[in-house]
């Protein structure tokens, strides 16, 4: 009877933060599990993208292929989220770094409220400068 209650406790308290997480540290470990599926659920409808100094708008579909295909050429071995701004619930800002093995990046990514759920509208992806 315990282990049941026990089960059930660890099933809702594993359960809350997975629902309440944070969306900027949901990218970091969307990204670092390479999950472009559940990523791009996250993107607005159109979104503009900076990656290798050309930025562009693309729609959900475009940026889900070109985002992939980037994270399949340089697949992260470690990122670490950076920054983050959070304090107006309507709009949040994050900046990862990622390490592959093909080099180092910097990854910002801006949320905006639309329609009343949080929509990534705008990623960029810079090689990460040395220290």
């Known amino acids: 009877m315990k282990r049941r209650y026990l089960f059930l406790f660890i099933l809702l308290f594993g359960i809350i933060p997975a629902v309440n997480a944070d969306p900027i540290d949901g990218v970091v470990w ?3 599990q390479g999950n472009m599926t559940r990523l791009s659920q996250l993107f607005e409808s159109t979104m503009e993208i900076s990656l290798n100094n050309q930025e562009d708008t693309y729609s959900r579909a475009q940026a889900t ?3 992939t295909k980037f994270f399949d050429e340089h697949k992260p071995v470690k990122i670490t989220l950076l920054h983050k ?16 093995r093909n080099g180092n990046y910097r990854i910002a990514y801006t949320f905006n409220e639309i329609g009343g759920s949080m929509k990534i509208i705008e990623m960029r992806i810079d090689t990460e400068k040395g220290k």
């Open 30 to 32: 969307l990204i670092k």
């Open 65 to 67: 292929t070109l985002l």
């Open 85 to 100: 701004v959070n304090t107006n619930q309507k709009f949040l800002f994050g900046v990862a770094i990622m390490n592959s």
